[in-house]
């Protein structure tokens, strides 16, 4: 056996694009500001603006309380900040400039009992 036989192959170059509108930059969004709150998406709302070539949020959620270790309303914000540029930059590779957090009413989580 010779060593050029276990050469890797090179990738074969695709032809074609991937497009994301702002509907689904704004729904990916909603998704990952949900996920790090935990608040329904229902009662969340993100607009976009253009930020030097970037992205700019512009975020409204209700801030839900009930945690077990409840922590500042300014640490929290900037967990919801974090959360929402570092999960933009790597689901969609978008980069996001910044992002301005409106509370919007306070919620309770509640624990459902399961039967």
């Not at 590779?93 to 309770?108: F, S």
Request: aromatic share 2%; hydrophobic share 45%.
């Amino acid at each position: 056996m010779t060593a050029e036989a276990t050469a890797p192959a090179e990738p074969v170059a695709q032809r074609g694009r991937t497009i994301l509108t702002g509907q689904a930059l704004r729904h990916l969004a909603v998704a990952l500001v949900a996920e790090a709150s935990g608040a329904p998406a229902r009662e969340i709302s993100v607009r976009w603006t253009d930020d030097r070539g970037g992205l700019h949020a512009a975020v409204s959620v209700p801030l839900m309380l009930g945690d077990a270790a409840e922590r500042t309303l300014a640490d929290r914000g900037a967990d919801l900040r974090s959360a929402l540029m570092a999960g933009m930059a790597e689901r969609a590779g978008r980069r996001v400039g910044g992002v301005d957090l409106r509370y919007t009413g306070v919620r309770r989580i509640q624990s459902r009992r399961v039967r």
